[in-house]
């Protein structure tokens, strides 16, 4: 068997035990449940309110916040606790409705967000929206991702050229203005990363917390119980790339071997954070990630290094084949490591194959593959039509293996470019969830509408719609007495939903008991204008008394 064969077998035996036995992988928080339940009629103020969700999640500043039906802040102190959000309410509070607006943090860095209406005695008749930022403003996301695409292309390309240098081009005869272009290209890209680096923090703080592009000077943006990881990570490759380009140009081994090791501590800081410190076993997601890193690195830093010195050498056929050579020997062991390693981080982030459809990651995932694929498809046809040609192999004449050199150099500024693009879908990659979550929703004013039941015994029927949008809803129904008490029944109530015009009916909807008296609907309103729901509520074995009510969907 060749070692080209090998290597394959290597990889898709890899990827086949990978895709075969991975199971879903948890990397981002969902809530799991409430105490009280969403649009929950209370006889008294709870103790605290709690939020449970599947894995442990951590809190910014100000990161709930309690309102009350005017719209008012309501004092109020919360704390997080593994998978667990407490919220300390005062004592007693007035009968009415009241909002909770909430935001975590997952354990990959991701923020998640939503809010929690609940209600004491009886709910308000208008509840108005809270006054608070967006919860996720997409500017923020798209500046944060476009600099850690900066990160990425700046960072590689810096330390690997710290590589190529060592190792490449080590006792190669190169002239005083190669060596130097070389350099001035490595420190461009470590200032490239650097300058990215500082502001990923508080871009990364901002996009945490929800705060707008305006605020990215507030001290909430750079608050270390966030951030902390990130100072990190630029400081690891702020030593590491300017320790390594200072060493790499030594001409003893040992401080060569020292800019290797330092260019490498900078190339791999980045797996201190993202998705892969929060993907079970943490230990290999970890490792595969630092080599993705490390391959990545030496493959691009590899590619630009041999654009800068090919033309040069192209006259000296000896040395060109000789760097050449050496590169060529790792290149295909490099690829099917990028492959193999980015199959399994992928794989394990997103645990089956519908995400990759039905998510954002997802489809960010698949074009980066795409791109790597025509890399691969570039890379071979390099190593084996392109660079025999340049080492000589079946050519003969000066003229002849210099230009053969040349076309490798052409061709390798295709795959270098190439790999530029796939580095920028990375930095966007990395700033999505790889679970497609519901678009958080803002809390909206509300209001309840009355429907009687029985105009003798007073029994009637209280509803809101949130947030009355074309969409997902939640409908909320209490049932009361005369005195409006909520009463529970005989039996649940039934709910029905249509248009106004009746040219759509939902249905009956499925009802869900939340409290004494009260019950919750979840449904999808496909279209705006004014929509009944009807309320039918069977009293005694005879009797079931229908009510409608109605809101406008925008």
Known sequence: MTRRAGLLLAALTTILFVVGSAGPASAHATLVSTDPAEGSVLASTPDVVTFTFDEPVSLPGKAVQVFDATGEPVDSDSSSRDAVITTDLPESLDDGSYVIVWRAISADGHPIAGSLTFSIGAPSPQVAAPRVPDADPADVRNVLSVFQALSYVGLLLAAGLVLFWAWAVRD????????????????????????????LIPLTGAY???????????????????????????????????????????ASLTTRRLAVGAAAVAALSPAIVGH??????????????LLHLAAGATWFGGL????????????????????????????????????????????????????????????????????????????????WRVLPAAAGAGVSGHEARRGAVLRVRTVVRVEAGLLVVLLGVTGFLTNQSPREAPPDRAPVASRVSVGVLEEDSGMKVLATMTPRTTGPNTITVQVQDQSGEPLTAY?????????????????????????????????????????????????SEFDNPVTTVEFEVK
């Open 172 to 199: 190669v005869r190169l002239d005083v203005a190669v060596r130097d272009r070389v350099l001035k290209v490595a420190w461009s890209a470590t200032g490239v990363a650097l300058v990215a680096g500082v502001a």
């Open 208 to 250: 945490q917390q929800g705060l707008p592009l305006d605020q990215l000077g507030d001290s909430a943006a750079v608050d270390l119980s966030l951030v902390g990881d990130d100072v990190i990570v630029l400081g690891l490759q702020a030593v590491g790339l300017v320790a390594a380009l200072v060493l790499v140009v030594r």
């Open 276 to 289: 892969s410190r929060a993907i079970d076993p943490v230990w290999l997601m970890v490792a595969t990630d």
């Open 304 to 383: 630009v290094g041999l654009v800068l010195v090919l033309k040069p050498l192209a006259g000296r056929e000896r040395d060109a084949a000789l760097v050449l050579t050496r590169f060529s020997g790792v290149a295909a062991g490099l690829l099917g490591l990028l492959a193999v390693s980015g199959t399994l981080m992928g794989w394990r982030i997103l645990g089956a194959w519908a995400p990759l459809f039905d998510t954002t990651y997802g489809r960010l995932l698949l074009i980066k593959v795409g791109i790597a694929a025509v890399v691969a498809l570039v890379a071979g046809f390099n190593r």
């Open 491 to 539: 039996a649940e109530p039934s709910v029905s939903v249509s248009s106004a015009d009746g040219s759509v009916d939902l249905g009956q909807q499925p009802v869900v008991p939340a409290a004494a008296g009260t019950y919750v609907v979840e449904t999808v309103v496909p279209t705006p204008g004014t929509w009944v729901v009807q309320v039918s509520l069977r009293t």
